[in-house]
Each structure stands twice: as structure tokens, then as C-alpha cells.
């Protein structure tokens, strides 16, 4: 396959943005001791779990989620994107991704990011697990239309 199948790809800057990833991961994790995730640290800033990263952080991490999208935004322009129009698929989604990443222990982020560095075999599974999960759905998705 040739880089003419994927026009919109963008490897230079897949390669910037995931180096800028794992280094953000690693001085986090020797910075604090700790494995950063998203769902992890959501569930801390939103006082769903009483222990973990520090509170003041996991809410500063969770404020600069969207903090660093305006920021690209102001740099860059508007950022496209699409979703699905029916709200209650969005809601749907959104609750089947959370309940996954608490029973999974983690999401891609803490999981496909930092345990896979780590070569944890749990987070291996979990990462292979949601690889083929996302095949499958996208499988599902272009047979239905």
C-alpha cells in the first residue's frame, strides 16, 4: 500500500505529535511515580476515585485537554470534525467507552501509551483488545452504511 491511498495523511506530524506523547508520558511518570491516563485522571479530577494522582494535577490535566485544542485552533485554525447527528448514539458511545476503561483498568491513553512501554501484559491484551475491537466496529460500520 502506498502513501496515495491514505491522501490526508500527515506522518511527519503523526510522528511529532506521538514522540510529544511519550515524552509528556515519560516525564510523568519519572516526575511523579505515576502512569498517566485520561480515564484515570478524569475519574480523579471528577472525585471518582479517592486515591492516585494528586487532585490538583488531575484536574489541571484535565483542564488542558481542551486548553491545548484551542490553543492548536488559535495556531492553526479551525478544526474539522464530524460526528454522528444522533445525540443519543454521542451519549451511548460515550457511557460504553467510560464503563469499558473502568472495567479494562485504563484506557487507550494509560494502557496503549504507557503499559505498553512498559510491556505490561495486561496492558497488552487491553491495547490488542482494543485494536480489534475498533477493526470490528469499523467492520460493522461499513456493512450497515
Excluded: W, Y
Excluded at 22 to 32: K, Q, R, V, Y
Aim: glycine share 16%; proline share 4%; charged share 5%.
Amino acid at each position: 500500500m502506498t502513501i496515495d491511498a491514505f491522501p490526508g495523511a500527515m506522518p511527519l506530524e503523526g510522528l511529532i505529535g506521538g514522540l510529544m506523547i511519550g515524552l509528556s508520558a515519560a516525564i510523568f511518570l519519572l516526575g511523579s511515580g505515576r502512569i498517566v491516563g485520561v480515564s484515570g485522571m478524569a475519574a480523579r479530577a471528577f472525585l471518582l476515585a479517592k486515591s492516585g494522582t494528586p487532585l490538583s494535577a488531575a484536574i489541571l490535566f484535565v483542564l488542558s485537554l481542551p486548553l491545548g485544542a484551542f490553543l492548536l485552533q488559535l495556531l492553526h485554525g479551525p478544526i474539522e470534525s464530524s460526528f454522528v447527528q444522533s445525540t443519543a448514539l454521542l451519549i451511548a458511545g460515550g457511557l460504553l467507552v467510560g464503563i469499558g476503561a473502568r472495567v479494562g483498568s485504563g484506557c487507550t491513553s494509560g494502557h496503549g501509551v504507557c503499559g505498553t512501554s512498559r510491556l505490561s501484559p495486561r496492558s497488552l491484551v487491553a491495547t490488542a483488545t482494543f485494536i480489534a475491537t475498533g477493526v470490528a466496529t469499523v467492520a460493522a460500520m461499513n456493512a450497515v452504511g
